[in-house]
């Protein structure tokens, strides 16, 4: 009999802010019986909801049940920046440009966004949690200027628009002087990323998908013909699964040693004040990302995304057992502050009002894990960092390899490579995180 217990529940340090600046949700629908279902999703962020989506789109009788471990937008659909973008957005390269055939991955992203879209006009989901207002590559020094100036030839060569940005345009977008120049491209898709996630969850219900929440899958065996999962007040007998729970892959025994597992950190400031607001100018939405990708992200939101905020992220770690201590999160706190009042000297001192981790993967040669694991087991895992539109994308080949429907979606996946090994511990974690903090330096002002 196969059996897979989960090693480890999800254990992220600090609230999901993102979620905790919208109106309570309702109390919760917990598993505490024995069900059936067509086709179990584990994981409720952006791949497990996009799978469900795409489900009732092939199949509108099916019965399928979504269980989520913690609440909807609590985990990392509520933990990341927000940017859901369509061009090449390669981590590991010193520009994002990516290695392999970025048009067809420009095109890939822009599937994602289009159902994304679709779900919104669909579910009614509020339009200032899918704000089509395009991002900034930000850059603080001539090293990243020329970055940007490297990447923007890139996209010449794609055939992709772009504008350059100086430092008065700049500084008129986001109230800071600290940015030299920035490359601005239209096609991202700024999201409140937890308004989104809960306005697919609420859809998707009215539709007629039961989503359970507080209710993790502690392990699923075969039993006769169906797989059984067990979490720790019910069970689902279900003869189909789809596993949409990015790095914990590997805490139910797939990819073991072939995943890095990350931690990102983020802070939000308080609600801005008239005073505040004064005094910082600008404009009341932008995002930037850095033109190093080992940079400060930083985002503007205003009363339309739960109220006038700045989010600061950078910072990373690589922790193989998933498992952060609360002096990583205060040392990132400590850093993001400085940054903050670097950027932002006219609030120099604000305190933020939230501190917080997310938790990616990554795999060494930037693949995913969407395929069949085992018979009626489908992976849509490993975002490599971009959780909106990679998550989205692998859950829709998720679901769509389940019903057996063939697409460009899961010819792409399908066709990558299985993920490297990774160098054996500790060597792993030590060099990783070596490297993490060098490339953290050697990013200085970005």
Known sequence: MTQRAAKTLPNLPGPAAWNRILPDQPPPTVLTED??????????GFAGLSAARRLLQIDSGLKITVLEADRI???SSGRNSGFMIDLPHELTSENYAGAGDDLALIALNRKAISFAAEAVED?????????????????????????NHSYAQHLSGLGETYEMFDLQQMTELTGSPHYRS??????????????YIRGLADGLRKAGVRIVENSPALEFFKERQAWKIETPQGSIS???????????????????????????????TPELTTEDLKKLGGQSRWGITPSDPMGTTLRR????????????RTCAVLKPNMKLSKASLDRAAGIMQRKFDRRFPQLAGLKMEYQWAGHLCLTLNGVAVMRELED?????????????????????GAAELACGVTSDITRHFGAEKR??????????????????????WRAAEE
């Open 35 to 44: 069900v059936t279902a067509d086709i179990t999703i584990i994981g409720a």
């Open 73 to 75: 937008a609590e985990g």
């Open 123 to 147: 579910y009614a989901i509020d339009p200032n949690f899918f704000d089509r207002s395009g991002k900034v590559n930000g850059a603080a020094s001539p090293k990243a200027e020329a970055h």
């Open 182 to 195: 920035g490359l601005y491209t239209p096609g991202t898709v700024m999201l409140q990323p937890a308004g």
């Open 238 to 268: 279900s003869p189909k699964i789809i596993l949409t729970v990015n790095g914990h892959l590997e805490s139910f025994g797939f990819e073991c040693g072939r995943l890095m597992q990350l931690f990102l950190f983020a802070v939000m």
């Open 301 to 312: 939101i205003d009363l339309g995304q739960g109220g006038n905020r700045i989010v600061t």
């Open 376 to 396: 009626g087991v489908y992976s849509g895992c490993v975002q490599n960092g971009l959780g909106t539109a990679r998550g989205t994308l692998t859950g829709i």
């Open 419 to 440: 993920p490297k090994k990774l160098p054996p511990q500790p060597f792993r974690e030590l060099g990783a995180n070596a490297v993490l903090r060098w490339k953290e």
